[in-house]
């Protein structure tokens, strides 16, 4: 079965009219997002884009936020045995004011409308609609006066445009009949104090437009006088030349009338108000001839994408998995645009808005681009790079001013809009230490992966030096050392356990969280690492020294004894019966990578009781609790699919849903709570877990197939590795063949080995045999590795 073939089986097909957002197909082109509906009366597509947003942000109260220090030491005061620290009247007035400016909706991502298409369903029927991940076009079947007609979507993927065709049919002359009205809508939950969209009914030029101003200011008695930082959007879409247009009333809304087919374009334009214009700009209408040429370069764009990797999974279901959120990953984010935010690039009304739709640094944000690295997608994550480079002014400023200490603490929440003091400065969760070496993680990935020297030099290694330089000052507090502690130890502290305890009455649950000593251990040693790679050692010998002193003296990662026997916790002194919302426990298998199957069997044995006897409320953990299976090899697949069948929503996406009541849940708590809220970008990430499964090489030490039944085939091409490598195999009958591996660096190759003998390795015309538990190889670059069993 060719790819092509093997894609096709899992487009998305629904068997009925899809009028709900949810139901609606995903289309997309890494910017611009469309949902496209049907109703049994009408078409209407929705679009978002993840570069448009309402802009305006509350930045109150700066001058009464205060610094750590005077904070610290007030809330020292508040006696231990409270139950909580809200029991403090002045703690309880500070969490609502500094809480006041998140309280506002905006900024939110800002829907850019919908496009209406009606039809007389006397006349015609909707049965259903297909969509093609293999080409990302969305196939409407119509019954038309007893004759199948079929529409065709798609998103253009070199401009923000949707195209809207019909198929071949035996009766054109009713699919170009088909629709009788066009209408253009502004989203109907844009806020009502914004200038009004300003919308034309175009009849000669065969187009409808509407145009929205997003003002920076919140104020209104700025508005008239404009800003160079106000942004605007305009959605604008034209018919072909042969139908006709005759305006209905006072709405963007038009009867149509087609003679010779029907081609419809819209476009979305956004950027700074001064450079999207008050007019739509001319245009040539729409042909089909136009629609074929933009179809063909969609499809080349989609082409080239799925050759970045590929799988071919006996388990069907998991294939399905793979292929269809790595479609979705390409929807919704491209190097050039905007970082997604939590629900991505779609949204509708409310739909997309809670939290501010924002970026949240305790796993939310980071999550999905954990695919792109395995799955050979490391350009993707350019758009979180650029997220990070957006962010680290803001973070140096509050590292500075509120800490008082060198380096960047990078936020809790953070928006894609200019900002000028963190917008969640509440002690009780903006105090997660963890965030800092978090957000920079995935930039020592990128490098690993790759291993792009320039990319580390140019983008990488500030922010994770910066990072390092806060953490380094943080942990050398003297509150968080000496006598006090009874040890020589460099504790993180205070600190906040990830969406749990908030902070506590004496700090009794607020030192030396896990998260916090696996991540800061990771950013260490990849700082070390990077300076050896750029030749730094001299350079930045002064902070080596101090990371190193540091490193050496971190405290030992919290642990509890449980059923199972010795498990980590999330922080020292906790019941191991604890139900997390994050999965804390586990964070040294992911995404500390301290532990996994490289460890030692103390240590590995001390991770699975974790993993086992994790306790997890729901909706944050289906990717991130499933790569720490993987990660150990103890991953039950089936449960893993019954987990994602659970959470599957009708659009093919998997939302947050709650596991157990006991912890922040009670009885009464809907377990569904958070699926109308979005699209939730972070769980495209469940392809890694697949990954993970078919190989690993975290450590630099490839390994095949290390938690894949051995009953089932598999085999996968081009799956990315540390070291710069492209690997490809298959397995049959619990063994590993047809190993290939490129080198597109030219590093040493490392690489479990597979089977219990020997293997011959094939370098061009050149053949040898290795033995051993690790094949060890230098490599040339671009060259080509062959393994087999002897």
């Known amino acids: 079965m060719n790819l092509p073939e093997r894609i096709s089986r899992h487009d998305l097909i629904y068997d009925k009219p899809a009028p709900t957002f949810f139901e609606g197909a995903l289309l997309g082109n890494g910017g611009m997002g469309a949902v496209v509906t049907t109703r049994p009366d009408a078409v209407v597509v929705h679009f978002g884009h993840n570069n448009v947003w309402d802009i305006r942000i509350a930045e109150d109260h700066l ?62 029927e909707v049965l259903g609609h297909t969509l093609r991940i293999g080409n990302g076009l969305c196939e409407i079947r119509f019954l038309v006066e007893g004759h199948p007609v079929t529409l065709q979507i798609f998103a253009d993927q070199e401009a923000d445009r949707l195209w809207i065709a019909f198929g071949e049919s035996d009766r054109p002359d009713l ?83 087609a003679k010779d087919g029907f081609v419809v374009r819209v ?113 993707k994550h350019l758009a979180y790079v650029s997220m990070v480079e957006h962010v680290l002014p803001i973070s140096r400023k509050w590292a500075k001013d509120y800490y008082g200490l060198r380096g960047a603490y990078f936020p809790h929440s953070a928006y894609p809009v200019e900002m000028n003091v963190m917008p969640y400065p509440v002690p009780h969760w903006g105090w997660e ?121 971190l405290p030992d990662y919290p642990t509890a004894e449980s059923r199972r026997g010795t498990v980590f916790v999330s922080v020292p002194g906790e019941d191991p019966e604890v139900v997390y919302n994050v999965p804390n426990g ?81 009885d009464t708590t809907p377990f569904d709570y958070m699926s109308p809220m979005g699209v939730w970008f972070e769980n495209f990430a469940l392809p890694a877990v697949i990954n993970e499964c078919l190989m690993q090489s975290y450590n630099g030490i490839i390994r095949l197939f290390p938690n894949w039944p051995p009953d089932l085939r598999a085999s996968f091409a081009t799956l990315r590795a540390v070291g710069g490598f492209l690997v490809s195999a298959a397995a049959e009958n619990g063994q590993a063949r047809d190993v290939e591996i490129v080198s597109e660096a030219g590093t040493r190759l490392r690489i479990y080995n597979p089977w219990e003998g020997g293997a011959i390795c094939r370098r061009g015309e050149r053949e040898e045999r290795l033995e051993g538990a690790i094949f060890e190889l230098d490599t040339a670059k671009g060259e080509t590795i062959r393994l087999t069993k002897v």
């Open 267 to 379: 476009a979305l334009e956004e950027g700074p108000d001064a450079a999207v214009s008050e007019e739509p700009p001319p245009s040539v209408a729409p042909s089909k001839e136009a629609c074929a040429e933009a179809f063909a370069a969609a499809r080349s764009s989609w082409s080239e994408y799925w050759s970045r990797s590929s799988v071919a999974l006996e388990d069907e279901f998991l294939e399905r998995v793979w292929y269809r959120n790595l479609y979705f990953f390409h929807c919704s984010v491209k190097p050039d645009a905007t970082c997604p935010g939590l629900f991505a690039n779609w949204s509708y009304g409310n739909i997309g808005s809670e939290w501010h739709g924002d970026y949240h640094m305790n796993y939310n944000t980071q999550q999905p681009f954990w695919v792109a690295f395995s799955s050979n997608h490391a350009d």
């Open 433 to 553: 230490v963890c965030e800092t070496p978090w957000t920079v993680q995935s930039l020592w990935w990128h490098y690993l992966y790759t291993m792009d020297l320039a990319f580390l030099e140019e983008r990488a290694f500030v922010p994770m030096k910066e990072a390092a330089l806060f953490m380094v000052d943080y942990l050398k507090r003297p509150d968080a050392r000496g006598e006090a502690w009874g040890d020589d130890r460099y504790h993180i502290f205070p600190t906040v356990v990830p969406e749990l305890y908030e902070l506590t009455p004496g700090f009794k649950k607020n030192r030396d969280c896990i998260v916090d000593l696996t991540l800061t251990k990771f950013l260490f040693l990849a700082f070390e690492k990077a300076c050896a790679e750029l030749g730094r050692d001299e350079e930045e010998a002064e902070l080596l020294a101090e990371v190193r002193e540091v490193l050496r003296k």
């Open 63 to 124: 001058g009464e936020i205060g610094d750590f220090e005077s904070l610290f030491a007030r809330l020292k005061e508040i006696p231990a045995e409270y139950d909580s620290l809200s029991e403090d009247a002045w703690y309880r007035e500070y969490v609502a004011m500094t809480s006041e400016n998140y309280g506002h909706p905006y900024p939110r991502p800002m829907p850019c409308g919908s496009l209406l298409l009606g039809f007389d369903r006397r006349r015609a």
């Open 586 to 666: 586990i964070a040294t298998v992911f995404p500390g990578e301290d532990h996994g199957l490289h460890s030692s069997p103390e240590e590995y044995e001390i991770a699975v009781n974790s993993y086992l006897n994790h306790r997890n409320e729901g909706g944050n953990e289906l990717v991130f609790y499933h790569m720490a299976g993987a990660r150990l090899g103890v991953l039950d697949l089936e449960r893993f699919k019954r987990q994602i069948a659970y959470c599957l929503l009708p659009n093919g996406t998997c939302t947050d849903k709650l596991l157990e009541a006991g912890g922040r849940y009670s």
């Open 175 to 257: 699919a170009a009949s088909l629709f009788n009205r066009i209408k253009l809508m502004p989203d109907p939950k844009t806020p009502e104090e914004l200038p009004r969209p300003r919308g034309t009914v175009d009849v000669p030029a065969g187009r409808l437009a509407f145009r929205v101003r997003l003002p920076f200011s919140r104020r209104e008695e700025d508005w008239d006088a404009g800003d160079p930082r106000d942004r605007a959007f305009r959605l604008s879409v034209t018919v072909d030349s042969s139908t006709e247009l005759a305006g209905i009333g006072t709405e963007i809304e038009a009867r149509l009338a």
